[in-house]
């Protein structure tokens, strides 16, 4: 099962019938149809189970029905030809391409048990028939298409999210005032106006104005952004508490989200499915069930059989290898896997990926929103001149409580976990581009940036202060009546989960490295907390899946993340695993889906992806191994011993293959 792990992602031969680059409603109407023709066959399998005489005999009953033989005939042709449709078409596909599969093997197993079994009721060959043989085959063979079918990844509706992340509307300011627009009336040049919590509508510079802007899912930065007239926008990041006016650079496919759906498209339409086992098994099973089965018809009439049984012994070895276990070798694990992975907390929305999962050699992780909460809190806490810890956070968090900036956020949020009583303030105002300040019992009271303390002469003279930036952290300063109080360094703080996270793929010898598009400093300090192997910083949302590109150079890859920048890299990767708080459009690229946005899930997915394959494996060689033994016997190699194999015989001992294959795939549940 060694592939090439290069920088070509997934592109490996897939099977006809399962190519994704079907458009979506071709899937849609291809699994419809399996339903349908699921249904019809099962319902008719009823009476053509009743009426065979091996099914009676085996439940002890006898129905007499006057031309009973005639209508078992019908009722099964109607089967062999509409529930057998897809795979009498498929076979057609196969041998176009020269490459016999499931859908040959299937299609010729039916053929000669409808084929045989028709010939003795219209009395041209003796024995028994087994039309009861061939419904069953179809119908399994129907629903496992159908459950697979159900599964197959629509990619359509990753770009569909995309899309929906840009506004509908711009405010255009004209003649001193604002017209709201649609967005793709805007052109270059415009004006248009941004409030506090809107998106930028499109790519632009700031004229006016002054905010600090979220741009964590399409840049990965995990800090508000500070623009000021001159910086430049992104289409759909989020603007925070300042109303800004935005010059229109660019417009349509020009924009900076539009270049990423455009990386989205066609990485998947790059992508491919890896060659299921099934399909490999089959094609080796295809090759034999056929040369045996031509070879035993042969070696009997040479010998001096008549037709009958030499028709009798090629179908029984046909009957013998029937894909019924082959079949559900696959599908049973699947279910019983995806069932399992549903209750542990993980969607598997791409069975051929969580299967792939088993190889995997590296797991890059996204910074902002995966190994951190991709919010601000505070990290660390310095004090100055006998004041304490909590006397700090109470008294920064009551300046703060009265400003929306994220750092103040996340310094009220540490008193708040904390379970501090805030203390009262009066006279509130924000030092622009510094800080914030208030009087509190007749004392000013002031929460100030590194800037502030620069202006005013003041000296921290801690070396823990420019440790903590040197990390990339925010410090920010409390000052009381002009004395420095305490500093509170604030962070993207690190999941408590992904420490665990990291070791346990470690534990199972898997390199783990992260991506992110903040600055080398936080990147470093975050990868030194988690010990992680390696870490990429800096790295912009195209450059993603060019990194993963480098990385799969060295190893089979999966890629974790959670926003829209990580799209195009979660397609590119082997695996492609979203956290599932995060948006839509991660959550619509990728293969599998962690619901509870831990990413401890990542390694569980990828041990459930183990045991899975090795269930698998233990399924497949049971379903092709008992053949070794029964084909020579369906054969009739001990014939000259007294042993033969009727073609019912051989459907039994086909059917307790099933059985055990059954039974081995629930056993993936202890």
């Not at 084909?631 to 015989?649: D, E, H, R, S």
């Amino acid at each position: 099962m060694d592939h090439d792990h290069g920088a070509t992602g997934r592109h490996e031969a897939q099977p006809a019938e399962a190519s994704q680059k079907k458009p979506p409603e071709t899937h849609h109407h291809a699994l419809e149809d399996f339903r349908r023709r699921f249904i019809a066959s099962t319902i008719l399998t009823v009476p053509i189970l009743l009426l065979s005489p091996q099914v009676q005999a085996l439940l002890g009953i006898t129905i007499t029905i006057p031309g009973s033989d005639y209508l078992l005939l019908t009722l099964a042709t109607v089967v062999y030809l509409y529930g057998g449709w897809p795979f009498l078409t498929g076979i057609v596909s196969e041998l176009r391409v020269r490459m016999p599969g499931m859908m040959t093997l299937i299609a010729v197993a039916i053929t000669v048990a409808y084929a045989y079994s028709s010939a003795v009721v219209l009395g041209i060959v003796g024995g028994e028939g087994f039309f009861w043989e061939l419904a069953t085959l179809i119908d399994i063979m129907l629903l496992g298409h159908w459950v697979e079918m159900r599964s197959v990844l629509g990619a359509s509706r990753a770009l569909e999210e995309l899309v929906r992340v840009m506004p509908s509307e711009a405010h255009l300011l004209r003649d001193g005032g604002t017209e709201d627009v649609p967005v793709d009336r805007l052109t270059p040049g415009d004006r248009v106006l941004v409030r506090p919590g809107e998106k930028v509508p499109v790519d632009g510079v700031v004229i006016e104005g002054a905010t600090s802007v979220n741009e964590a899912m399409l840049t990965g930065e995990s800090r508000p952004v500070e623009k000021r007239p001159g910086d430049a926008v992104i289409g759909g990041a989020i603007n925070g508490e300042g109303s800004i006016v935005v010059e229109v650079r660019k417009t349509g496919a020009e924009t900076y989200l539009a270049q990423v759906i455009d990386l989205v498209r066609k990485a998947q339409e790059s992508r491919s499915r890896t060659q299921d086992l099934a399909d490999r098994a089959a094609f080796l099973l295809v090759m034999i069930a056929l040369s045996i089965g031509a070879v035993t018809f042969a070696g009997w009439l040479v010998v001096g059989a008549g037709p009958g049984f030499a028709v009798e012994r090629a179908a029984t070895v046909m009957v013998i290898a029937c894909p019924h276990a082959l079949g559900l070798a696959v599908p049973l694990v699947v279910a019983v896997s995806t069932a399992l992975a549903a209750r542990s907390g993980f969607l598997i929305r791409d069975r051929t990926a969580f299967e792939r999962a088993k190889d995997l050699q590296a797991v890059v992780f996204d910074k902002t929103g995966t190994l951190t909460t991709g919010r601000f809190g505070v990290t660390d806490i310095l004090t100055f001149g006998g004041a304490t810890e909590d006397d700090v956070v109470r008294t920064a968090a009551a300046v703060e409580a009265h400003s929306e900036h994220p750092i103040a956020r996340g310094v009220v949020r540490s008193a708040e976990e904390r379970g501090l009583s805030l203390i009262p303030l009066e006279n509130f105002r924000a030092i622009p581009g510094k800080g914030v300040e208030a009087e509190a019992a007749g004392r000013t009271v002031r929460v100030v940036s590194p800037g502030y303390l620069a202006e005013q002469g003041i000296e921290t003279g801690d070396e823990r202060v420019g440790a903590l930036q040197r990390q990339g952290k925010t410090v920010v300063f409390l000052l009381e009546d002009g004395r420095l109080t305490g500093a509170l360094a604030l962070a993207d703080i690190i999941r408590p989960e992904s420490g665990e996270a990291i070791s346990r793929l470690k534990e199972m010898g898997i390199r783990c490295m992260m991506l992110s598009g903040d600055n080398p400093d936080v990147a470093a300090w975050v990868a030194g907390e988690l010990g992680l192997d390696e870490f990429f910083a800096g790295v912009l949302p195209h450059e993603k899946a060019e990194k993963i590109r480098e990385v799969q150079r060295r190893y089979r890859v999966a890629m974790v993340g959670d926003g829209i920048n990580d799209a195009p890299a979660l397609v590119q990767a082997d695996v492609g695993i979203a956290i599932g708080a995060g948006t839509d459009v991660a959550v619509e690229s990728a293969d599998i889906v962690l619901v509870r946005s831990d990413p401890r899930d990542a390694a569980a997915v990828i041990d459930l992806s183990k045991k899975t394959y090795r269930k698998m494996f233990e399924n497949l060689l049971w379903a092709t191994g008992y053949n070794t033994v029964a084909i020579p016997l369906a054969a009739g190699v001990l014939f000259g011993a007294g042993i033969v194999l009727t073609p019912a015989a051989g459907a039994v001992l086909m059917s307790a293959s099933t059985v055990i294959v059954a039974i081995n795939a629930r056993l993936l549940r202890v």
